[in-house]
């Protein structure tokens, strides 16, 4: 039965997948070596033979034939080895087979267990060296089991993959069976456990590697993406540049009525992409990052210090965006933050801090935060975006939409 059991471990060692010969045949040896050394005390005079093929071992116990012995390990009696009629002097080697038996059921256990444990490793090792050389890279897999923190996804190994749900496009959600994909973001090894594998779907270049599946162009290396930045489910811009001049690098990843770009806009869950070509010049980026909108003139501080685009109050919520959604990615895209401010056309409009006695001067930083710095910029819009956009309270909006008003209502 113990040897059975034995067998059973070797064969499971043998067929498994990603080693190769020279290592198997070196921790097969070790582990039977290792228990050698716990029985005999010594595993250095032992020979052992290992058939791959046939998933077996012999071992033979090799013993200076001697006319007294003082090592039992080492050393054999002539007598004793001639007692069956056998020619051997005294100085010659001595071979005996070792029946596994010898190593008795709790020798036979701890082989088992020991092999096994090497098993483990070896697969933990395979594992982590697989996907560590795969950080970067597109991942397709089927979603196991989902809880609220992260999905479990199995690739088609039933290796184990998680989805945080800090990776995951806010408001997407999965079900057991789901085909689901990803690039791999990370490969830890904590404690000695299986790898954990990290997935991201909110990362920049997995948008990156999306439009590498997509365009031809890009895969080739005709066009490079210069830079991604994103607002994952909301917004994404990505600048590319073509090395060819013959290549409208925009119409390449767009493709002919879209054809290229639906896809990857479908993956990300209908995410708003929008691809500009990249320049050096910081001035026509952020042109090229808000159009449509129209800006005026550009005002580029110091290093520390923000940029203020100034824009025609009707050019204002498009170069803003959604929830300041455009502004702050444009910012991400060259690296600064970026104010938009209105121009002052009308001359029946007043400027905010002309309500410096009626409203707090916080407030009207904050309004002036988003774009709006005279009454009517402010009045142009809703209270409820206002109240989103600032960050204000809905009753403090309230009061400032009664305060302008009434300018107004007076003029």
């Given at each position: ?5 034995l ?37 250095d005079?032992?020979?052992i ?8 071992c012999?071992?033979?116990?090799n ?10 390990n ?11 009629d ?9 071979a ?15 082989l088992?267990q ?16 697989k ?5 970067g ?13 992260e ?10 993959l ?62 490079t993406?210069?830079k991604v ?23 390449a990843?767009?493709?002919v ?15 708003n ?19 449509p ?11 520390d210090?923000?940029i ?11 170069g ?12 991400m ?10 121009e ?15 409203i ?6 904050k ?12 009045l ?7 109240a ?11 009061e ?12």
């Amino acid at each position: 039965m113990e040897k059975t059991e034995l067998k059973d471990a070797f064969s499971e060692f043998k067929n498994l997948k990603n080693i190769d010969r020279p290592t198997m045949m070196g921790v097969l040896e070790d582990v039977f070596r290792t228990q050698l050394a716990k029985t005999y005390g010594s595993a250095d005079n032992f020979d052992i033979i290992i058939n791959i093929d046939k998933g077996d071992c012999e071992i033979y116990w090799n013993r200076e034939v001697v006319e007294e012995v003082e090592d039992p390990n080492t050393q054999i009696s002539i007598s004793e080895v001639n007692q069956d009629d056998d020619d051997y002097e005294i100085g010659e080697t001595f071979a005996t087979k070792v029946d596994m038996k010898s190593f008795g059921r709790r020798g036979i256990l701890n082989l088992r267990q020991n092999l096994q444990g090497r098993i483990m490793d070896i697969e933990k090792a395979n594992l982590y060296n697989k996907y560590s050389g795969m950080i970067g890279e597109i991942f397709t897999g089927e979603v196991y089991q989902t809880w609220s923190k992260e999905a479990l996804i199995l690739d088609e190994d039933g290796n184990e993959l998680r989805l945080p749900k800090s990776e995951q496009i806010p408001g997407e959600h999965f079900k057991k069976n789901d085909t689901v994909k990803a690039i791999i973001k990370s490969v830890e090894m904590k404690n000695n456990t299986t790898p954990y594998i990290v997935l991201s779907r909110t990362s920049n270049e997995f948008l990156e590697k999306l439009f590498e599946q997509e365009v031809p162009e890009i895969y080739d290396g005709l066009i490079t993406i210069k830079k991604v930045v994103r607002v994952p489910g909301e917004r994404a811009k990505v600048a590319v540049e073509s090395y060819d001049e013959r290549i409208d690098p925009i119409g390449a990843c767009i493709g002919v009525k879209g054809a290229r770009i639906i896809g990857i806009v479908r993956e990300l869950r209908n995410e708003n992409i929008d691809v500009l070509q990249w320049t050096n010049n910081t001035q026509l980026l952020i042109q090229r990052a808000l159009n449509p909108a129209k800006i005026s003139s550009i005002v580029i501080g110091g290093e520390d210090e923000k940029i203020k685009v100034y824009m025609h109050p009707d050019e204002v919520k498009k170069g803003i965006g959604k929830g300041g959604c455009n502004i702050k990615l444009a910012g991400m895209l060259v690296g600064k933050e970026i104010e938009v401010w209105r121009e002052q056309e009308e001359e029946d409009d007043v400027l905010l801090s002309e309500f410096s006695n009626e409203i707090d001067q916080w407030i009207i930083d904050k309004l002036q935060s988003i774009g709006c710095d005279t009454a009517k910029s402010v009045l142009a819009c809703t209270q409820a975006d206002i109240a989103k956009r600032a960050d204000l309270e809905d009753e403090t909006v309230a009061e400032i939409f009664n305060v302008l008003s009434a300018e107004f209502d007076e003029d």
